[in-house]
Each structure stands twice: as C-alpha cells, then as structure tokens.
C-alpha cells in the first residue's frame, strides 16, 4: 500500500467460490491515516470490461457508513463478474481496485 492512499477491502462475498443469487456486497475501507478520511462525494463503480457506471444504483441499494458499505439481498447476472471501485480520500489520493467474483444458479 502506499503511503496516504486509501486502502479498499472487500468482504463479500466470497470471491474464491462461486456464490448463489441473492447476495451480499460487502467492502470496507480506510482513509489512510489521520487527517485523511474517505470522500464518499466522489465514489464510482464501474461494471465489466464496458466501465458502466454503476455508482448510483449501487449507493441506492446499500447501507453505508463512512467506513463501510453493505448492499444485502442483491441479484446479479449469473457468470463471472468484476466492479471496479475507485474511492478517494480528502487528502486528494484514490484507490482503486477490481473485484471479481462468480455467480451460480
């Protein structure tokens, strides 16, 4: 990690096996020391190779505080998939990190 960027963790689901529909999305992350905290004024997903933004439909379905984000009950498209999330903190340093995991019937 480097020095002042936020770090991104991904907790759910379990990206080493596949998972069942309906799920849950769980991250958390951590604003990379003090005074920094994470500027959720600027978090984006993207979805797939494509890069669809899919920002507002993620933050409309979730709970979130200002080190953690939980969308439960989620039903995603059977397969293989990645979301990019990038996140910033106020001291202008983002993270940005893919995550991929497979859906089952």
Request: charged share 15%.
């Amino acid at each position: 990690m480097l020095a002042g960027v936020p770090l991104i963790l991904p907790l759910r689901p379990d990206m080493s096996i596949p998972t069942n529909n309906p799920t849950t999305i769980e991250v958390v992350w951590f604003g990379a020391g003090s005074p920094a905290a994470i500027d959720m004024r600027i978090f984006k997903a993207t979805y797939g190779w494509l890069g669809i933004d899919v920002t507002f439909r993620l933050l409309a379905h979730c709970k979130r505080t200002p080190d953690k984000l939980v969308a439960g009950n989620v039903d995603l498209a059977l397969g293989s998939n990645s979301v990019t999330l990038s996140i910033p903190n106020t001291s202008g340093k983002t993270a940005s990190q893919t995550v991929n995991f497979s859906i089952g019937r």
